[in-house]
């Protein structure tokens, strides 16, 4: 159960981020804004991953503030080369992208 509740924080973590930046851009009407929301949220997940940023507010178990997993991350940086890091931290954002696409068309389709 606890997998299944993790995946659905996942989730929903994307889709709030995927929801607010296609409805904001829906009411702009410019796509250059959802385009730049969603950069910016790759961006904020990828200082994550790579531990330049410690998201202590954050609900996901993988963005835990410990030290052991902040050292973990900046292990992985030097350790692994660039077109593993990108494998590992697409496999990694899976469930978070997939729910920001999802819940972006929402947005979109809901901003009227």
């Known amino acids: ?3 299944v509740n993790e995946a659905t ?16 851009s829906k009411k702009v009407g410019n796509q ?8 910016g949220f790759v961006a904020f997940r990828a200082a994550v991953y790579d531990g ?3 998201a202590t507010w954050s609900p996901l178990a993988k963005d835990d503030p410990s030290f052991g997993h902040h ?4 292990a992985r940086r ?14 990694e954002n899976l469930l978070v992208f997939g ?8 947005g979109q389709s809901a901003g009227l």
Request: no cysteine; net charge neutral; hydrophobic share 50%.
């Open 1 to 3: 159960m606890e997998i």
């Open 9 to 24: 924080k996942e989730v929903l973590f994307g889709g709030l981020a995927g929801f607010a930046a296609g409805y904001l």
């Open 32 to 39: 250059l804004v959802g385009l730049a929301l969603g950069g």
């Open 52 to 54: 330049e940023y410690l």
């Open 71 to 74: 050292m973990k991350r900046k």
């Open 78 to 91: 030097e350790a692994f080369t660039l077109s593993k890091r990108v494998e590992d931290f697409t496999q």
């Open 99 to 106: 729910g920001f696409t999802g819940f972006y068309l929402l």
